[in-house]
């Protein structure tokens, strides 16, 4: 188990310096979007992990990531969504504004930090290790797998749920059990379930999102019609995702 730890740990750094070598020389445009992914599934491998030696500073530098990264994707999809939806001057307008973001990101004080952390955080879980910290390791991440999932159980019967919270329960489950696939003890429907919650509550989101922006950015009232619209339709099939999700995997 410590040892599929080490490797994991040590194959999300090898991911998150490719990622920093393809923002630097900005190759392509999913480098962003594979930083975030690549930190979102660092942070899950964590969570289970919290009391150990050197879990909150990796978990804490990691999260800046999210938070410097988080309005630069979301732009970003902005921008893509446009410029696919014929408004191409807005979303050009965008896109020059990610010119010099990439290279920012890439070196940035913040990723600079969670790498140099996440290279000696092995060398912590060796140390925890002989020190036998590490005992019991598999029933402490069992025991928080089960209660993300419990949880989201319990989100997803509450019928004022929020959608927000639902969309974040969801992405946790989703990627603590591809962080410890061995440990997965979900019903055979729950995995692809939980891909179509997560799209269709994505669907959601962006035009939520979307909206409250175009409060403040006038060129993109055009598309506020279309964006009411779509996400009327995103809220109906979101529902009827979740209502399957309960169906095959709660009840």
């Given at each position: 188990?410590?040892?599929?730890?080490?490797?994991?740990?040590?194959?999300?750094?090898?991911?998150?310096?490719?990622?920093?070598?393809?923002?630097?020389?900005?190759?392509?445009?999913?480098?962003?979007?594979?930083?975030?992914?690549?930190?979102?599934?660092?942070?899950?491998?964590l969570r289970p992990l919290r009391?150990?030696p050197g879990v909150e500073q990796?978990?804490?530098?990691?999260?800046?990531?999210?938070?410097?990264?988080?309005?630069?994707?979301?732009?970003?999809?902005?921008?893509?969504?446009?410029?696919?939806?014929?408004?191409?001057?807005?979303?050009?307008?965008?896109?020059?504004?990610?010119?010099?973001?990439?290279?920012?990101?890439?070196?940035?004080?913040?990723?600079?930090?969670?790498?140099?952390?996440?290279?000696?955080?092995?060398?912590?879980?060796?140390?925890?290790?002989?020190?036998?910290?590490?005992?019991?390791?598999?029933?402490?991440?069992?025991?928080?797998?089960?209660?993300?999932?419990?949880?989201?159980?319990?989100?997803?019967?509450?019928?004022?749920?929020?959608?927000?919270?639902?969309?974040?329960?969801?992405?946790?489950?989703?990627?603590?059990?591809?962080?410890?696939?061995?440990?997965?003890?979900?019903?055979?429907?729950?995995?692809?379930?939980?891909?179509?919650?997560?799209?269709?509550?994505?669907?959601?989101?962006d035009c939520w999102q979307w909206?409250?922006?175009?409060?403040?950015?006038?060129?993109?009232?055009?598309?506020?019609?279309?964006?009411?619209?779509?996400?009327?339709?995103?809220?109906?099939?979101?529902?009827?995702?979740?209502?399957?999700?309960?169906?095959?995997?709660?009840?």
């Amino acid at each position: 188990m410590i040892d599929r730890l080490v490797a994991r740990i040590l194959g999300l750094e090898v991911r998150l310096l490719a990622c920093q070598a393809r923002l630097n020389a900005h190759t392509d445009s999913e480098a962003l979007h594979d930083l975030r992914t690549t930190v979102r599934r660092l942070r899950s491998l964590l969570r289970p992990l919290r009391g150990l030696p050197g879990v909150e500073q990796l978990e804490a530098a990691a999260s800046t990531i999210g938070s410097l990264t988080t309005p630069l994707r979301d732009r970003e999809v902005l921008a893509a969504y446009l410029e696919q939806h014929s408004q191409v001057e807005a979303a050009q307008r965008r896109r020059a504004l990610m010119h010099d973001a990439y290279p920012a990101v890439a070196g940035s004080p913040e990723l600079g930090q969670l790498l140099m952390i996440l290279d000696a955080f092995p060398r912590f879980i060796r140390a925890a290790q002989r020190e036998g910290l590490l005992r019991g390791l598999r029933k402490r991440i069992e025991k928080r797998l089960d209660k993300q999932w419990r949880n989201l159980g319990d989100a997803l019967r509450d019928p004022a749920h929020d959608r927000h919270r639902l969309r974040l329960l969801i992405k946790r489950v989703r990627y603590a059990i591809e962080a410890y696939p061995e440990l997965d003890r979900l019903p055979d429907a729950a995995m692809p379930r939980l891909k179509s919650a997560q799209g269709a509550l994505g669907d959601w989101h962006d035009c939520w999102q979307w909206l409250a922006r175009a409060g403040e950015e006038a060129d993109l009232q055009p598309c506020v019609p279309v964006w009411q619209i779509t996400m009327e339709k995103a809220e109906a099939k979101a529902d009827k995702v979740l209502d399957k999700l309960i169906a095959s995997c709660f009840e």
